[in-house]
């Protein structure tokens, strides 16, 4: 009985080391874009070792526990031992004991890691302490602050541990103390017969040597039989029991799994994890970019196989490394209390109470003294920038949902906000539009992300070089990360013919990018009038958005009865030809890089188009995003500001500047180089983050990669529309200024059939041409007047061949 019982004891080590080896590499190899148990992953090829379970498993441990799930499969082993080591029956209640230590021990980790670990060298979903560890290290932090809170879960960490292995601390403090002693008792000896056996000659060295080499094999027993005191509970029964176990290795012919599952239990004892938060965070970020930049060849170099439609691989955005130096937990004291006194110097008592720091500022959340208006510490924000020795101190005077004043000091060096962490970021991933656009990080380090279909048009503003054309390309590229070009499609006004022409070629664009601002207005002029047919077609199927539409669409198309153009006359269908059905539509962005060039050459015409697309197009899927360097009124109308209620400034030069982009100041106040208020729509309070930097050989490779999954499907009419309507000196054109009006004149003499549709879809132009087409051919007496049914008759004979 007894052996059967040693056999299943050995089949258990066997299971639970592959178990734990299963969950280390699972745990190892978690890449963010793999399937979890929150999202369901990007589509490319699994990168986890343990395949989808492993991938759904180490998704789950390391956002629920964060860093401390690579205890598990440690602790799995080392149960695994205390069970092989346990000849007697199993005593369920020390195993329930065991593992409430190890529950108690992870979640204490978590805490501790998320209070002092700042980056963790793996992506992980969560903070490096995962939700438990989010939740517990708050709870704690509120009430006890960071050294109690520290204290309180060190204490529970350490009893945890006891709990499960049954660990002395102080036994293992006098084991390590004893065996240094002796290591070192043992170095001095040596050193001094190594000085006696230089001073005497050769013949005296050999019976010291003989001597010195008796006592050598004590030592090394004591050694190797240390480890094995210190596992058991019970130290003198095992060691004669451990003897017989190299015995079944030549059954098993795994000789090397039972050789490495003793130093495994030793892991836990030293608490190698909280450790490494004393240590500087910027070198961990090193660690982990030269680990990434392993896998990025391998990686990119899979993904132009996809021909297909796909979102581009992050891989060819770069991750940089967080190099910016903020300030230490004493100079925030220091610089707290000096805060303090400086206003307390100019007669504004005040405490400060929080203290956020973030990537580029820090704000301190000051409670004014009874009677204190926050006017007079935003008077005092100059004095205060000379006094703290920085470029400049922006207060916030209402901070919603506190009483307090903020006071947002630069940081010594400010760290760089790079896109691909934005992309990777909760935030994003769990954003259902396809047009979520990627703004950057507040002041508290956390992503920011807007979706611009509620906002839902966006005005950008700011001088020269305060990162305005950076924060475009990272829109742009955070919608193309988002969806492909069967969801959203664009058309892009370059006046400076530099910042968006890099994009011409990819298939989310519905035309060239326009550089030429005769153009731009035809092609704004285009979007009213397919704002109205969407509209048209939502009043037919009684939908109210373009999302309501395309569900219906889709939804018809999928139970095989799809849905016929309600605008489409039986009298129209050519032969051979079907009823055309419908199909969901994209989403339209239309980005103007600078508008102040546009209002110069187009004038009126342009902002009263953009008025009526601001107004109307919200529900037909018409977005805008307007930018400008030029800040003035006479470019910002209040017709444009009144229509645009979503804003963001950059760095201005004048209170006037930021009045004209945010009705409010504090533009003025900003640093540049990315920093930008932001204002959402339905409140007044402007929000402050720090935009995402892209370089522009990123932005090249995406655009060369989105060039490799499809070709555009330019819309000719769309830029071609608006110089013809004015060919004739702004009036309407006759039969022999339309290039296209022979051929539709031959088409319809030989079909004996006319109507607007018919021409539009024969020659693919937009309803207005075709409508003036057609109503050349009835003043030339081609065709007969539209009938009380809208029908025509062909008045003209078929053409004679040659």
């Keep these: 009985m007894e052996r059967v019982v040693h056999g299943l004891r050995e089949i258990g080590l066997f299971c639970y080391l592959a178990l734990s080896l299963y969950l280390f590499l699972s745990l190892s190899t978690f890449d963010l874009e793999d399937p979890g148990w929150r999202h369901s992953g990007t589509g490319r090829p699994l990168a986890n070792a343990g395949g989808l379970v492993g991938a759904w498993l180490a998704d789950?441990?390391?956002?629920?526990?964060?860093?401390?799930?690579?205890?598990?499969?440690?602790?799995?082993?080392?149960?695994?031992?205390?069970?092989?080591?346990?000849?007697?029956?199993?005593?369920?209640?020390?195993?329930?004991?065991?593992?409430?230590?190890?529950?108690?021990?992870?979640?204490?980790?978590?805490?501790?890691?998320?209070?002092?670990?700042?980056?963790?060298?793996?992506?992980?979903?969560?903070?490096?302490?995962?939700?438990?560890?989010?939740?517990?290290?708050?709870?704690?932090?509120?009430?006890f602050g960071v050294l109690g809170a520290t204290l309180a879960l060190l204490v529970v960490f350490l009893a945890g541990v006891t709990l499960f292995t049954g660990m002395s601390w102080l036994s293992l403090m006098e084991t390590i103390g004893k065996y240094v002693l002796e290591g070192w008792g043992f170095v001095v000896s040596k050193g001094w017969q190594w000085v006696r056996e230089r001073r005497t000659s050769a013949p005296e060295?050999?019976?010291?040597?003989?001597?010195?080499?008796?006592?050598?094999?004590?030592?090394?027993?004591?050694?190797?039989?240390?480890?094995?005191?210190?596992?058991?509970?019970?130290?003198?029964?095992?060691?004669?029991?451990?003897?017989?176990?190299?015995?079944?290795?030549?059954?098993?012919?795994?000789?090397?799994?039972?050789?490495?599952?003793?130093?495994?239990?030793?892991?836990?004892?030293?608490?190698?994890?909280?450790?490494?938060?004393?240590?500087?965070?910027?070198?961990?970020?090193?660690?982990?970019?030269?680990?990434?930049?392993?896998?990025?060849?391998?990686?990119?170099?899979?993904?132009?196989e996809n021909v297909v439609t796909v979102l581009p691989p992050l891989e060819l955005l770069d991750e940089g490394d967080p190099h910016g130096q903020g300030y230490s937990e004493e100079e925030l004291a220091s610089m707290s209390r000096h805060v303090e006194s400086v206003l307390a110097d100019f007669g504004v008592p005040v405490e400060v109470k929080e203290v956020h720091p973030g990537p580029v500022i820090t704000r301190f959340e000051i409670k004014p003294g009874p009677g204190i208006k926050g006017s007079r510490i935003s008077n005092l924000a100059t004095d205060l920038a000379r006094s703290l020795s920085v470029p400049?101190?922006?207060?916030?005077?209402?901070?919603?949902?506190?009483?307090?004043?903020?006071?947002?000091?630069?940081?010594?060096?400010?760290?760089?906000?790079?896109?691909?962490?934005?992309?990777?970021?909760?935030?994003?991933?769990?954003?259902?539009?396809?047009?979520?656009?990627?703004?950057?990080?507040?002041?508290?380090?956390?992503?920011?992300?807007?979706?611009?279909?509620?906002?839902?048009?966006?005005?950008?503003?700011?001088?020269?070089?305060?990162?305005?054309?950076?924060?475009?390309?990272?829109?742009?590229?955070?919608?193309?990360?988002?969806?492909?070009?069967?969801?959203?499609?664009?058309?892009?006004?370059?006046?400076?013919?530099?910042?968006?022409?890099?994009?011409?070629?990819?298939?989310?664009?519905?035309?060239?990018?326009?550089?030429?601002?005769?153009?731009?207005?035809?092609a704004l002029r285009w979007c009213v009038a397919e704002m109205d047919r969407r509209y048209r077609l939502m009043s037919a199927l009684k939908v109210r958005n373009l999302a309501g539409y395309n569900r219906k669409v889709q939804e018809a198309i999928e139970q095989g009865e799809p849905i016929k153009d309600p605008f489409f006359r039986a009298s129209d269908m050519e032969e051979g030809g079907s009823w055309p059905i419908l199909e969901p539509l994209p989403v339209i962005v239309v980005v103007i890089d600078e508008l102040a060039d546009m209002m110069m050459i187009v004038g009126k015409k342009v902002e009263e188009l953009i008025a009526r697309l601001a107004q109307k197009?919200?529900?037909?899927?018409?977005?805008?995003?307007?930018?400008?360097?030029?800040?003035?009124?006479?470019?910002?109308?209040?017709?444009?500001?009144?229509?645009?209620?979503?804003?963001?400034?950059?760095?201005?030069?004048?209170?006037?500047?930021?009045?004209?982009?945010?009705?409010?100041?504090?533009?003025?106040?900003?640093?540049?180089?990315?920093?930008?208020?932001?204002?959402?729509?339905?409140?007044?309070?402007?929000?402050?983050?720090?935009?995402?930097?892209?370089?522009?050989?990123?932005?090249?490779?995406?655009?060369?990669?989105?060039?490799?999954?499809?070709?555009?499907?330019?819309?000719?009419?769309?830029?071609?529309?608006?110089?013809?309507?004015?060919?004739?000196?702004?009036?309407?054109?006759?039969?022999?200024?339309?290039?296209?009006?022979?051929?539709?004149?031959?088409?319809?003499?030989?079909?004996?059939?006319?109507?607007?549709?018919?021409?539009?879809?024969?020659?693919?132009?937009?309803?207005?041409?075709?409508?003036?087409?057609?109503?050349?051919?009835?003043s030339a007496g081609v065709v007969s007047e539209a009938e009380g049914n809208g029908s025509r008759t062909v008045l003209a004979p078929p053409p004679v061949e040659d």
């Design 205 to 304: 060295k050999r019976a010291p040597a003989g001597e010195k080499e008796a006592p050598q094999p004590r030592v090394e027993r004591k050694v190797r039989r240390a480890p094995k005191v210190a596992l058991p509970e019970e130290p003198e029964e095992p060691l004669p029991e451990v003897a017989p176990e190299p015995e079944p290795k030549p059954k098993t012919a795994v000789p090397e799994p039972a050789e490495a599952k003793i130093p495994k239990p030793n892991i836990p004892e030293p608490e190698p994890e909280p450790k490494p938060a004393s240590e500087e965070p910027a070198v961990k970020p090193v660690i982990r970019k030269r680990a990434d930049t392993k896998k990025t060849p391998e990686r990119s170099s899979t993904r132009p």
């Design 617 to 778: 197009a919200r529900a037909a899927g018409v977005h805008l995003i307007l930018a400008t360097q030029r800040p003035s009124v006479d470019v910002l109308t209040g017709l444009i500001k009144a229509n645009v209620p979503t804003r963001i400034a950059f760095q201005v030069s004048s209170k006037v500047d930021s009045r004209t982009i945010l009705d409010q100041g504090g533009a003025e106040s900003l640093l540049g180089s990315g920093d930008m208020l932001y204002l959402p729509p339905g409140t007044g309070f402007p929000q402050r983050a720090h935009g995402a930097f892209v370089d522009d050989h990123e932005v090249l490779e995406v655009v060369d990669y989105l060039k490799q999954t499809g070709r555009p499907q330019y819309i000719e009419e769309i830029t071609r529309f608006q110089d013809e309507s004015e060919s004739g000196g702004g009036g309407e054109p006759d039969g022999e200024t339309d290039a296209l009006y022979d051929d539709a004149v031959r088409f319809v003499t030989e079909t004996r059939r006319v109507s607007i549709s018919s021409v539009q879809r024969k020659f693919k132009i937009g309803y207005n041409r075709a409508a003036r087409i057609v109503e050349d051919m009835e």
């Design 392 to 522: 400049s101190v922006r207060v916030v005077e209402v901070i919603p949902g506190k009483s307090n004043v903020g006071l947002e000091i630069p940081n010594l060096q400010r760290e760089t906000v790079y896109l691909r962490e934005i992309l990777t970021s909760r935030e994003y991933q769990q954003a259902k539009s396809s047009v979520t656009l990627v703004l950057g990080k507040d002041i508290s380090g956390r992503p920011v992300v807007a979706d611009l279909a509620k906002m839902p048009h966006l005005l950008v503003a700011g001088t020269t070089g305060s990162g305005k054309s950076v924060a475009i390309n990272a829109m742009i590229l955070s919608m193309v990360y988002k969806a492909g070009p069967e969801q959203v499609r664009m058309i892009m006004i370059d006046p400076k013919m530099l910042e968006l022409s890099v994009y011409e070629g990819i298939p989310h664009l519905l035309s060239p990018v326009v550089t030429d601002m005769k153009e731009a207005a035809s």
């Design 60 to 143: 789950f441990g390391l956002s629920l526990l964060g860093m401390m799930a690579f205890l598990i499969p440690v602790m799995i082993v080392w149960h695994a031992v205390l069970v092989y080591w346990n000849r007697v029956t199993i005593n369920w209640g020390v195993l329930a004991l065991r593992w409430a230590g190890f529950f108690v021990t992870a979640m204490a980790g978590s805490g501790l890691a998320y209070i002092h670990f700042i980056r963790a060298p793996l992506d992980l979903p969560e903070t490096p302490g995962g939700i438990v560890g989010a939740e517990i290290g708050e709870w704690l932090l509120g009430r």
